[in-house]
């Protein structure tokens, strides 16, 4: 392929995440009395990608990869609302509460404590995890720089409110950050009670480069704001389920180091 017919196919890439369809509260969220959970439900996840060289896979780029793929087993699991804030060694760490009644949204005085690491939220029943490959398996495709969130979609929504609740954390080598719906990918900076939700990444820059012929590893943890209003541990029952869509977009380089910024549809 030569250099003109790659620049012309080359557009600003654009890779889907369909994260999770999670079980939240009729409204929005908050932290639970210590002897409940909240249940979440997800039923599928997937990623795509639009752009023909930016691939994604579950454990490796091939030359059999392509621009989707499906997490269709996922079973019911339980998880307990959460914070992620930044650490003293400028790593994610997982945070939790108790509320201070069953019937009400506040968090109980001294009751906050630290869950862990990401592996340890995951262990703990406080997010969800799954993991993606993303770059390319052919070495005359040019490179990628600046892989970002380009914005987080709800894919369904439950009643009025419930999406504020839906949290994600995002982690690639050493970069985080986290997010919630929104249409440009903008990088959550505070939760509702005020608490620093600030990554360690600059301008939402998850990897700096994609080398032609290699990819980088993408980690997409979904989790429950337990900051967020009106729903308490009494509304447990009421729990439905709602889906999003994180994309991921990266500035293609052809093979002589230009940048290539034509866009391409996100969609």
Same mark, same amino acid.
């Given at each position: 392929? !030569?250099? &003109? +017919? $790659?620049? =012309?196919?080359?557009? *600003?890439?654009? #890779?889907? %995440?369909?994260?999770?369809?999670?079980?939240?509260?009729?409204?929005?969220?908050?932290?639970?009395?210590?002897?409940?959970?909240?249940?979440?439900?997800?039923?599928?996840?997937?990623?795509?990608?639009?752009?023909?060289?930016?691939?994604?896979?579950?454990?490796?780029?091939?030359?059999?990869?392509?621009?989707?793929?499906?997490?269709?087993?996922?079973?019911?699991?339980?998880?307990?609302?959460?914070?992620?804030?930044?650490?003293? !060694?400028? &790593? +994610? $760490?997982? =945070?939790?509460?108790? *509320?201070?009644? #069953?019937? %009400?949204?506040?968090?109980?005085?001294?009751?906050?404590?630290?869950?862990?690491?990401?592996?340890?939220?995951?262990?703990?029943?406080?997010?969800?995890?799954?993991?993606?490959?993303?770059?390319?398996?052919?070495?005359?495709?040019?490179?990628?720089?600046?892989?970002?969130?380009?914005?987080?979609?709800?894919?369904?929504?439950?009643?009025?409110?419930?999406?504020?609740?839906?949290?994600?954390?995002?982690?690639?080598?050493?970069?985080?950050?986290?997010?919630?719906?929104?249409?440009?990918?903008?990088?959550?900076?505070?939760?509702?009670?005020?608490?620093?939700?600030?990554?360690?990444?600059?301008?939402?820059?998850?990897?700096?480069?994609?080398?032609?012929?290699?990819?980088?590893?993408?980690?997409?943890?979904?989790?429950?704001?337990?900051?967020?209003?009106?729903?308490?541990?009494?509304?447990?029952?009421?729990?439905?389920?709602?889906?999003?869509?994180?994309?991921?977009?990266?500035?293609?380089?052809?093979?002589?180091?230009?940048?290539?910024?034509?866009?391409?549809?996100?969609?």
């Amino acid at each position: 392929m !030569d250099t &003109k +017919a $790659l620049k =012309k196919q080359m557009g *600003a890439a654009i #890779a889907m %995440v369909l994260v999770a369809a999670v079980a939240l509260g009729s409204a929005t969220f908050a932290w639970f009395v210590s002897n409940n959970t909240v249940k979440a439900t997800t039923s599928k996840i997937s990623a795509q990608s639009n752009a023909p060289f930016l691939k994604i896979d579950k454990t490796a780029i091939t030359e059999g990869s392509t621009t989707s793929i499906s997490y269709a087993e996922d079973a019911d699991v339980k998880l307990y609302p959460a914070q992620v804030v930044k650490n003293t !060694d400028n &790593k +994610a $760490l997982f =945070k939790s509460a108790y *509320a201070s009644a #069953a019937t %009400v949204t506040t968090e109980l005085t001294n009751s906050r404590y630290d869950v862990g690491d990401a592996a340890n939220a995951v262990t703990g029943g406080f997010a969800i995890k799954k993991s993606f490959k993303i770059g390319t398996a052919d070495a005359k495709a040019g490179s990628f720089k600046n892989l970002k969130v380009a914005g987080v979609e709800l894919t369904s929504k439950g009643t009025e409110g419930l999406e504020d609740a839906l949290s994600i954390l995002v982690v690639c080598g050493d970069n985080w950050a986290v997010y919630k719906k929104s249409a440009d990918g903008t990088v959550l900076t505070e939760y509702k009670d005020k608490v620093s939700a600030a990554g360690n990444n600059t301008d939402g820059v998850l990897a700096d480069t994609i080398a032609a012929n290699s990819s980088v590893d993408v980690d997409v943890y979904v989790f429950y704001d337990g900051s967020e209003t009106n729903v308490y541990t009494n509304n447990l029952d009421k729990l439905t389920a709602i889906g999003a869509t994180v994309s991921f977009t990266a500035t293609p380089v052809n093979t002589q180091g230009q940048e290539v910024n034509a866009p391409n549809e996100s969609k």
